[in-house]
């Protein structure tokens, strides 16, 4: 008999990437607002991939996986 719900092990996203991503995805990798400024997508690009650089034992996927997110949620036309 289980006496907590599975969801409250992990405050992390379960699931894969989508084939092609979409803002909510974006967003979600790099921890912020799909609507958040142009400023705030890139502090939160930088903060994430300090940790998850190739250079420093990260992976390349994830890496190219968060300049991704960055790319697209950077594209919009906010400050």
């Known amino acids: ?3 907590f719900p599975l969801q409250s092990f992990s405050a992390y996203y379960k699931g894969g990437f989508e084939q092609k991503m979409s803002k ?3 967003s979600l990798i790099l921890g912020i ?3 958040s400024s142009k400023a705030k997508v890139r502090e939160a ?3 994430i991939m300090v940790l ?3 250079d420093k034992g ?3 996927f994830l890496a190219a996986k968060i300049n991704e ?3 697209l949620l950077d594209s919009g036309p906010r400050r």
């Open 52 to 54: 998850n650089h190739p």
């Open 33 to 35: 607002s799909p609507t």
């Open 24 to 26: 909510r995805e974006a």
């Open 69 to 71: 997110a960055k790319d």
């Open 45 to 47: 690009h930088r903060r």
């Open 1 to 3: 008999m289980c006496l």
């Open 58 to 60: 990260g992976s390349p």
